[in-house]
């Protein structure tokens, strides 16, 4: 009876000792991984960001360009309407 005891405390020792091996050297590449991937998706959603960024930068600057365009226009014929009238 105490043999089976002994060989009952060796098997659950060595299954304690297995599992947390296991664990120590997994745990840590999963959460390494979960980093891993959080930055692969704020990369992700940073560079969206970027490109919305860019495509309102050009149409606020094609916006600049029609406004210059447009004083330019009123001025011309502002100009043009004073020395006619």
């Known amino acids: 009876m105490q043999g089976t ?3 009952l405390m060796l ?4 299954v304690v000792e297995t ?5 120590s050297r997994t745990f ?3 959460v390494f991984n979960s980093v ?3 930055i692969k ?3 992700q959603y940073a560079r969206q960001v970027n490109k919305m960024l860019c495509t309102l930068r050009i149409k606020i600057d094609k916006d ?7 004083n330019a226009a009123a001025e011309a014929i502002r100009s043009y ?3 006619v009238g």
Not at 11 to 14: F, K, N
Not at 64 to 70: D, E, I, T
């Open 81 to 83: 309407c004073s020395r």
């Open 11 to 14: 098997l659950i020792l060595h």
């Open 36 to 38: 891993i991937n959080c």
């Open 64 to 70: 600049k360009l029609h406004y210059h365009r447009a």
């Open 41 to 43: 998706i704020a990369t």
């Open 28 to 30: 840590p590449m999963l």
């Open 19 to 23: 599992t947390s091996n296991f664990f």
């Open 5 to 7: 005891k002994y060989l």
